[in-house]
Protein backbone atom coordinates (compact mmCIF):
# COMPACT_ATOMS: atom_id res chain seq x y z
CA UNK A 1 0.00 0.00 0.00
CA UNK A 2 1.22 3.56 -0.68
CA UNK A 3 2.72 5.88 1.33
CA UNK A 4 3.30 3.44 4.31
CA UNK A 5 -0.42 2.80 4.46
CA UNK A 6 -1.09 6.45 4.31
CA UNK A 7 1.12 7.43 6.67
CA UNK A 8 3.07 11.26 6.19
CA UNK A 9 6.10 11.05 8.88
CA UNK A 10 4.06 10.50 12.39
CA UNK A 11 0.37 12.32 10.61
CA UNK A 12 -2.44 10.73 8.93
CA UNK A 13 -3.39 6.93 9.52
CA UNK A 14 -6.78 5.63 9.88
CA UNK A 15 -8.93 6.88 13.23
CA UNK A 16 -12.26 5.20 12.27
CA UNK A 17 -14.97 3.04 13.46
CA UNK A 18 -14.83 -0.35 13.07
CA UNK A 19 -17.70 0.17 10.86
CA UNK A 20 -15.72 2.16 8.65
CA UNK A 21 -13.18 -0.15 7.72
CA UNK A 22 -14.95 -1.80 5.08
CA UNK A 23 -15.71 1.05 3.07
CA UNK A 24 -12.28 3.07 2.93
CA UNK A 25 -10.32 -0.58 2.05
CA UNK A 26 -13.00 -0.96 -0.49
CA UNK A 27 -12.08 2.34 -1.17
CA UNK A 28 -7.86 2.12 -1.48
CA UNK A 29 -8.56 -1.21 -3.36
CA UNK A 30 -10.26 0.56 -6.23
CA UNK A 31 -7.81 3.46 -6.24
CA UNK A 32 -5.55 1.13 -6.41
CA UNK A 33 -6.47 -0.29 -9.45
CA UNK A 34 -7.86 2.57 -11.53
CA UNK A 35 -5.23 5.02 -10.82
CA UNK A 36 -3.11 3.17 -13.54
CA UNK A 37 -5.70 2.47 -15.65
CA UNK A 38 -5.27 3.86 -18.88
CA UNK A 39 -9.08 3.93 -19.79
CA UNK A 40 -9.93 5.63 -16.25
CA UNK A 41 -6.89 8.21 -16.68
CA UNK A 42 -8.22 9.41 -19.91
CA UNK A 43 -11.92 9.16 -19.03
CA UNK A 44 -10.58 12.00 -16.25
CA UNK A 45 -8.47 13.56 -18.68
CA UNK A 46 -11.18 14.31 -21.14
CA UNK A 47 -13.61 15.61 -18.13
CA UNK A 48 -11.00 18.05 -16.65
CA UNK A 49 -10.38 19.30 -20.41
CA UNK A 50 -13.63 19.51 -21.95
CA UNK A 51 -16.00 20.04 -18.86
CA UNK A 52 -13.56 21.70 -16.38
CA UNK A 53 -11.85 23.82 -18.71
CA UNK A 54 -8.40 22.79 -17.95
CA UNK A 55 -5.63 23.13 -18.90
CA UNK A 56 -5.62 26.56 -16.44
CA UNK A 57 -3.69 29.30 -17.88
CA UNK A 58 -0.48 30.33 -16.50
CA UNK A 59 -0.86 34.11 -16.31
CA UNK A 60 2.05 36.39 -16.05
CA UNK A 61 0.81 39.30 -13.93
CA UNK A 62 2.98 42.10 -15.33
CA UNK A 63 1.55 44.94 -14.16
CA UNK A 64 1.43 43.46 -10.82
CA UNK A 65 5.11 42.42 -10.88
CA UNK A 66 6.16 45.75 -12.17
CA UNK A 67 4.12 47.77 -9.10
CA UNK A 68 5.55 45.58 -6.37
CA UNK A 69 9.08 46.32 -7.75
CA UNK A 70 10.52 42.59 -7.44
CA UNK A 71 9.99 39.03 -8.29
CA UNK A 72 7.85 37.90 -11.69
CA UNK A 73 4.85 37.07 -10.53
CA UNK A 74 2.43 34.85 -12.49
CA UNK A 75 -1.15 33.20 -11.66
CA UNK A 76 -1.68 30.14 -11.61
CA UNK A 77 -5.64 30.60 -13.08
CA UNK A 78 -7.99 28.29 -11.07
CA UNK A 79 -10.70 30.39 -10.80
CA UNK A 80 -11.14 30.13 -14.49
CA UNK A 81 -12.19 26.09 -14.12
CA UNK A 82 -16.16 25.11 -14.43
CA UNK A 83 -17.83 26.44 -11.12
CA UNK A 84 -14.93 28.58 -10.42
CA UNK A 85 -12.49 27.18 -8.49
CA UNK A 86 -9.94 24.13 -8.18
CA UNK A 87 -12.48 21.76 -6.12
CA UNK A 88 -14.07 20.24 -10.07
CA UNK A 89 -10.64 18.53 -9.86
CA UNK A 90 -11.06 16.67 -7.28
CA UNK A 91 -14.76 15.83 -7.75
CA UNK A 92 -14.63 14.66 -11.45
CA UNK A 93 -12.02 12.47 -10.19
CA UNK A 94 -13.64 11.34 -7.32
CA UNK A 95 -17.33 11.08 -8.77
CA UNK A 96 -15.45 9.00 -12.06
CA UNK A 97 -14.23 6.61 -9.22
CA UNK A 98 -17.15 6.13 -7.30
CA UNK A 99 -19.19 5.23 -11.21
CA UNK A 100 -16.17 2.84 -11.87
CA UNK A 101 -17.27 1.07 -8.36
CA UNK A 102 -20.82 0.83 -9.44
CA UNK A 103 -21.89 3.32 -6.94
CA UNK A 104 -24.79 5.32 -7.66
CA UNK A 105 -24.82 7.90 -4.97
CA UNK A 106 -22.54 11.13 -3.90
CA UNK A 107 -22.56 12.31 -0.49
CA UNK A 108 -20.67 15.20 0.45
CA UNK A 109 -19.24 17.60 3.35
CA UNK A 110 -19.66 21.33 2.57
CA UNK A 111 -19.16 24.43 4.57
CA UNK A 112 -18.97 27.58 2.65
CA UNK A 113 -20.86 25.62 -0.16
CA UNK A 114 -18.49 25.49 -2.97
CA UNK A 115 -17.24 21.62 -2.42
CA UNK A 116 -21.54 21.34 -2.45
CA UNK A 117 -21.76 22.41 -6.07
CA UNK A 118 -18.93 21.05 -7.52
CA UNK A 119 -20.11 17.80 -6.09
CA UNK A 120 -23.73 18.15 -7.31
CA UNK A 121 -22.33 19.30 -10.65
CA UNK A 122 -20.10 16.13 -11.27
CA UNK A 123 -23.59 14.45 -9.90
CA UNK A 124 -25.51 15.52 -12.10
CA UNK A 125 -23.26 15.60 -15.25
CA UNK A 126 -22.37 11.89 -14.13
CA UNK A 127 -26.47 10.87 -13.41
CA UNK A 128 -25.73 10.15 -9.68
CA UNK A 129 -27.93 10.73 -6.76
CA UNK A 130 -26.36 13.60 -4.25
CA UNK A 131 -26.31 14.60 -0.96
CA UNK A 132 -24.84 17.45 0.81
CA UNK A 133 -24.33 17.94 4.58
CA UNK A 134 -24.06 21.47 5.60
CA UNK A 135 -24.02 22.97 8.74
CA UNK A 136 -27.28 24.93 9.83
CA UNK A 137 -25.54 28.02 10.31
CA UNK A 138 -23.74 27.82 6.99
CA UNK A 139 -26.89 27.00 5.00
CA UNK A 140 -28.14 30.06 6.89
CA UNK A 141 -25.02 32.48 5.84
CA UNK A 142 -24.84 30.63 2.40
CA UNK A 143 -28.21 30.71 1.22
CA UNK A 144 -27.16 31.57 -2.60
CA UNK A 145 -25.45 28.19 -2.92
CA UNK A 146 -28.09 26.32 -1.18
CA UNK A 147 -30.17 27.26 -3.48
CA UNK A 148 -27.51 26.47 -6.18
CA UNK A 149 -26.90 22.40 -5.19
CA UNK A 150 -30.98 22.05 -4.97
CA UNK A 151 -30.90 23.39 -8.47
CA UNK A 152 -28.16 21.06 -9.62
CA UNK A 153 -30.36 17.78 -8.29
CA UNK A 154 -28.67 17.55 -4.50
CA UNK A 155 -30.70 17.38 -1.12
CA UNK A 156 -29.51 19.69 1.58
CA UNK A 157 -29.15 18.27 4.66
CA UNK A 158 -28.89 21.15 7.30
CA UNK A 159 -26.23 19.50 10.02
CA UNK A 160 -27.61 20.75 13.73
CA UNK A 161 -25.20 19.13 15.78
CA UNK A 162 -22.29 21.03 17.76
CA UNK A 163 -21.78 24.39 16.39
CA UNK A 164 -23.91 23.57 13.21
CA UNK A 165 -20.54 24.20 10.77
CA UNK A 166 -18.02 22.40 8.46
CA UNK A 167 -16.48 20.22 11.41
CA UNK A 168 -20.23 19.18 11.89
CA UNK A 169 -21.36 18.24 8.68
CA UNK A 170 -18.05 16.04 8.11
CA UNK A 171 -18.81 14.06 11.25
CA UNK A 172 -22.20 13.80 9.64
CA UNK A 173 -21.12 12.37 6.61
CA UNK A 174 -18.86 10.13 8.28
CA UNK A 175 -21.36 8.61 9.97
CA UNK A 176 -23.97 9.08 6.62
CA UNK A 177 -21.68 6.41 4.65
CA UNK A 178 -21.08 4.03 7.98
CA UNK A 179 -24.75 3.21 7.69
CA UNK A 180 -25.52 3.11 3.69
CA UNK A 181 -21.80 1.89 2.13
CA UNK A 182 -23.33 -0.45 -0.55
CA UNK A 183 -24.10 2.10 -3.04
CA UNK A 184 -22.71 5.69 -1.61
CA UNK A 185 -19.15 7.04 -2.08
CA UNK A 186 -18.28 10.12 0.30
CA UNK A 187 -16.96 12.33 -1.80
CA UNK A 188 -14.52 14.49 0.65
CA UNK A 189 -13.62 17.59 -0.02
CA UNK A 190 -9.85 18.43 0.92
CA UNK A 191 -6.85 16.23 2.04
CA UNK A 192 -7.82 15.13 5.28
CA UNK A 193 -9.43 12.68 6.55
CA UNK A 194 -8.60 9.06 6.43
CA UNK A 195 -6.35 7.50 4.77
CA UNK A 196 -6.79 6.56 1.44
CA UNK A 197 -8.85 10.28 1.15
CA UNK A 198 -5.44 12.56 1.62
CA UNK A 199 -3.75 10.74 -1.16
CA UNK A 200 -6.59 10.66 -3.78
CA UNK A 201 -7.57 13.96 -3.16
CA UNK A 202 -3.70 15.14 -3.66
CA UNK A 203 -3.43 12.77 -6.42
CA UNK A 204 -6.69 14.49 -8.44
CA UNK A 205 -5.30 17.92 -7.38
CA UNK A 206 -1.79 17.32 -8.46
CA UNK A 207 -3.06 18.39 -11.57
CA UNK A 208 -2.11 22.09 -10.80
CA UNK A 209 1.24 21.38 -10.61
CA UNK A 210 1.63 18.85 -13.10
CA UNK A 211 0.23 21.51 -15.66
CA UNK A 212 2.29 24.76 -14.14
CA UNK A 213 5.69 22.96 -14.12
CA UNK A 214 5.34 22.42 -18.11
CA UNK A 215 3.79 26.00 -18.35
CA UNK A 216 6.51 27.61 -16.46
CA UNK A 217 9.25 25.73 -17.93
CA UNK A 218 7.63 26.79 -21.47
CA UNK A 219 7.77 30.06 -20.51
CA UNK A 220 10.65 30.60 -18.68
CA UNK A 221 13.15 27.79 -19.40
CA UNK A 222 13.02 27.12 -15.01
CA UNK A 223 11.27 26.62 -12.74
CA UNK A 224 9.65 29.01 -9.87
CA UNK A 225 11.68 30.13 -7.03
CA UNK A 226 8.11 30.34 -4.92
CA UNK A 227 5.43 28.17 -5.32
CA UNK A 228 2.66 30.26 -2.91
CA UNK A 229 -1.37 28.97 -2.04
CA UNK A 230 -3.89 29.40 0.39
CA UNK A 231 -4.49 26.53 3.30
CA UNK A 232 -7.79 25.48 4.40
CA UNK A 233 -7.65 21.39 4.83
CA UNK A 234 -4.57 22.45 2.19
CA UNK A 235 -5.82 20.20 -1.18
CA UNK A 236 -5.17 23.43 -3.85
CA UNK A 237 -2.00 24.07 -2.20
CA UNK A 238 -0.76 20.59 -1.77
CA UNK A 239 -2.26 20.20 -5.57
CA UNK A 240 0.14 23.50 -6.27
CA UNK A 241 3.15 21.79 -4.89
CA UNK A 242 3.63 18.47 -5.41
CA UNK A 243 5.66 18.10 -8.40
CA UNK A 244 7.62 20.73 -6.85
CA UNK A 245 8.50 18.85 -3.47
CA UNK A 246 11.44 17.09 -4.89
CA UNK A 247 12.87 20.38 -6.46
CA UNK A 248 14.87 21.76 -3.59
CA UNK A 249 15.49 25.26 -5.04
CA UNK A 250 11.66 26.08 -4.95
CA UNK A 251 10.01 27.64 -1.83
CA UNK A 252 6.91 26.23 -1.24
CA UNK A 253 4.72 28.60 0.91
CA UNK A 254 0.88 27.57 2.41
CA UNK A 255 -1.01 30.85 3.82
CA UNK A 256 -3.25 29.91 6.66
CA UNK A 257 -6.02 32.50 7.47
CA UNK A 258 -4.98 34.16 10.77
CA UNK A 259 -8.66 35.88 10.92
CA UNK A 260 -8.12 39.04 13.66
CA UNK A 261 -4.73 37.57 14.15
CA UNK A 262 -2.89 34.45 15.67
CA UNK A 263 -2.66 36.15 19.00
CA UNK A 264 -6.16 36.60 19.30
CA UNK A 265 -9.01 33.53 19.98
CA UNK A 266 -10.79 34.24 16.53
CA UNK A 267 -8.36 32.74 14.26
CA UNK A 268 -8.08 29.28 12.03
CA UNK A 269 -4.20 29.07 11.21
CA UNK A 270 -3.76 25.51 12.37
CA UNK A 271 -0.22 25.17 12.05
CA UNK A 272 0.31 28.45 13.74
CA UNK A 273 -1.86 27.84 16.44
CA UNK A 274 -2.30 24.36 16.86
CA UNK A 275 -1.15 21.56 18.06
CA UNK A 276 -1.09 17.84 17.42
CA UNK A 277 -4.02 15.19 17.89
CA UNK A 278 -6.27 13.08 16.10
CA UNK A 279 -10.05 14.11 14.37
CA UNK A 280 -11.65 12.98 11.61
CA UNK A 281 -10.01 9.92 11.23
CA UNK A 282 -6.45 11.30 11.23
CA UNK A 283 -2.97 12.82 13.06
CA UNK A 284 -2.39 15.89 12.29
CA UNK A 285 -2.69 19.54 13.59
CA UNK A 286 -5.79 20.87 15.29
CA UNK A 287 -6.70 23.90 17.07
CA UNK A 288 -7.44 22.82 20.04
CA UNK A 289 -8.72 24.63 23.39
CA UNK A 290 -6.69 23.85 26.60
CA UNK A 291 -8.60 20.53 26.98
CA UNK A 292 -7.84 19.19 23.71
CA UNK A 293 -11.38 19.37 22.44
CA UNK A 294 -11.43 21.28 19.06
CA UNK A 295 -11.63 24.98 19.34
CA UNK A 296 -14.04 26.80 17.52
CA UNK A 297 -12.18 28.42 14.37
CA UNK A 298 -12.49 31.90 12.50
CA UNK A 299 -11.95 33.83 9.59
CA UNK A 300 -13.31 36.18 6.72
CA UNK A 301 -13.20 33.46 4.74
CA UNK A 302 -15.50 30.73 5.17
CA UNK A 303 -13.17 28.23 2.62
CA UNK A 304 -10.36 28.46 5.26
CA UNK A 305 -11.98 27.83 8.33
CA UNK A 306 -11.68 24.87 9.07
CA UNK A 307 -9.73 23.86 12.28
CA UNK A 308 -7.44 21.36 11.06
CA UNK A 309 -4.75 20.70 8.37
CA UNK A 310 -4.45 17.95 5.58
CA UNK A 311 -1.33 15.29 7.45
CA UNK A 312 0.89 15.63 4.32
CA UNK A 313 1.20 19.58 4.89
CA UNK A 314 1.73 18.48 8.69
CA UNK A 315 4.67 16.44 7.37
CA UNK A 316 6.27 19.06 5.37
CA UNK A 317 6.11 21.23 7.95
CA UNK A 318 7.91 19.34 10.14
CA UNK A 319 10.83 18.32 7.80
CA UNK A 320 10.66 22.20 6.91
CA UNK A 321 10.19 20.97 3.36
CA UNK A 322 7.52 23.88 3.56
CA UNK A 323 6.17 26.52 5.11
CA UNK A 324 3.07 27.90 6.54
CA UNK A 325 2.27 31.72 7.56
CA UNK A 326 -0.24 33.09 9.08
CA UNK A 327 -2.13 36.09 6.94
CA UNK A 328 -5.07 38.29 8.70
CA UNK A 329 -8.60 39.01 7.10
CA UNK A 330 -7.48 42.83 6.84
CA UNK A 331 -4.09 41.57 4.97
CA UNK A 332 -6.55 39.15 2.19
CA UNK A 333 -8.91 41.85 2.22
CA UNK A 334 -6.49 44.66 1.29
CA UNK A 335 -4.99 41.96 -1.58
CA UNK A 336 -8.08 41.09 -2.95
CA UNK A 337 -9.07 44.78 -3.70
CA UNK A 338 -5.23 45.10 -4.77
CA UNK A 339 -5.28 42.42 -7.45
CA UNK A 340 -8.81 43.36 -8.69
CA UNK A 341 -7.42 46.57 -9.35
CA UNK A 342 -3.86 45.85 -10.42
CA UNK A 343 -4.80 43.09 -13.12
CA UNK A 344 -8.65 42.81 -13.27
CA UNK A 345 -8.91 39.64 -11.42
CA UNK A 346 -10.88 39.05 -8.56
CA UNK A 347 -9.54 36.62 -6.56
CA UNK A 348 -11.62 34.55 -3.89
CA UNK A 349 -11.18 35.59 -0.24
CA UNK A 350 -9.12 32.67 0.22
CA UNK A 351 -6.88 32.90 -2.67
CA UNK A 352 -6.58 36.51 -1.74
CA UNK A 353 -4.67 35.29 1.61
CA UNK A 354 -2.12 34.36 -1.18
CA UNK A 355 -1.39 36.73 -3.06
CA UNK A 356 -1.22 38.74 0.31
CA UNK A 357 1.82 36.90 1.64
CA UNK A 358 3.39 37.31 -1.97
CA UNK A 359 2.61 41.40 -1.93
CA UNK A 360 5.08 41.22 1.56
CA UNK A 361 7.56 38.79 -0.72
CA UNK A 362 8.08 40.10 -4.32
CA UNK A 363 9.53 43.46 -3.36
CA UNK A 364 12.00 41.57 -1.37
CA UNK A 365 13.48 39.52 -3.99
CA UNK A 366 15.02 40.06 -7.18
CA UNK A 367 13.59 41.20 -10.76
CA UNK A 368 15.20 37.39 -12.00
CA UNK A 369 13.12 35.90 -9.71
CA UNK A 370 9.63 34.33 -9.91
CA UNK A 371 6.74 33.76 -8.01
CA UNK A 372 3.59 31.29 -8.67
CA UNK A 373 0.93 32.18 -6.94
CA UNK A 374 -2.23 29.74 -7.19
CA UNK A 375 -5.19 31.74 -7.77
CA UNK A 376 -7.75 28.83 -6.46
CA UNK A 377 -11.38 30.51 -6.63
CA UNK A 378 -12.60 33.14 -8.21
CA UNK A 379 -14.32 36.31 -6.03
CA UNK A 380 -17.48 36.69 -7.07
CA UNK A 381 -19.36 35.00 -4.35
CA UNK A 382 -17.14 37.36 -2.04
CA UNK A 383 -18.08 40.34 -2.79
CA UNK A 384 -20.93 41.31 -0.82
CA UNK A 385 -19.09 40.54 2.24
CA UNK A 386 -15.98 42.02 1.51
CA UNK A 387 -18.49 45.11 0.80
CA UNK A 388 -19.59 44.79 4.03
CA UNK A 389 -16.35 44.35 5.30
CA UNK A 390 -15.53 48.08 4.13
CA UNK A 391 -18.92 49.29 6.08
CA UNK A 392 -21.00 49.33 2.26
CA UNK A 393 -24.77 46.80 2.70
CA UNK A 394 -25.20 45.35 -0.65
CA UNK A 395 -27.54 43.25 -1.65
CA UNK A 396 -26.58 39.10 -2.96
C1 LIG B 1 -12.54 25.35 -0.58
C2 LIG B 1 -11.64 26.39 -1.06
C3 LIG B 1 -10.35 26.58 -0.52
C4 LIG B 1 -9.84 25.80 0.66
O1 LIG B 1 -9.72 24.43 0.48
P1 LIG B 1 -8.31 23.70 0.29
O2 LIG B 1 -8.65 22.26 0.43
O3 LIG B 1 -7.39 24.19 1.36
O4 LIG B 1 -7.81 24.05 -1.06
C5 LIG B 1 -9.53 27.55 -1.07
N1 LIG B 1 -9.95 28.32 -2.10
C6 LIG B 1 -11.17 28.17 -2.65
C7 LIG B 1 -11.57 29.05 -3.78
C8 LIG B 1 -12.06 27.20 -2.16
O5 LIG B 1 -13.27 27.07 -2.71
Known amino acids: MSEKKGRFGIHGGQYIPETLMNAVIEL ?4 EFYKHDKQFNDELTELLNEYANRPSNLYYAEKLSRELGGAKIYLKREDLNHTGSHKINNVLGQALLAKKMGKTRLIAE ?9 TATAAALMNMECVVFMGEEDTKRQALNVYRMKLLGADVIPVKSGTAT ?5 SETMREWTSRIADTHYCLGSVMGPHPFPTIVRDFQAVISRESRAQILEKEGR ?4 VIACVGGGSNAIGS ?3 YIKDDGVKLIGC ?3 GRGIDTFETAATVNTGRLGIFHGMKSYFCQDEYG ?3 PVYSISAGLDYP ?5 HAYLHDTGRAEYVPVTDDEAVNAFEYLSRTEGIIPAIESAHAVAYAMKLAPKMDKDKIIIITISGRGDKDCAAIARYRGVDIHE
Open 28 to 31: EKAY
Open 166 to 170: LKDAV
Open 110 to 118: TGAGQHGVA
Open 293 to 295: QIA
Open 241 to 243: FYH
Open 256 to 258: EAA
Open 308 to 312: GIGPE
Open 223 to 226: LPDA
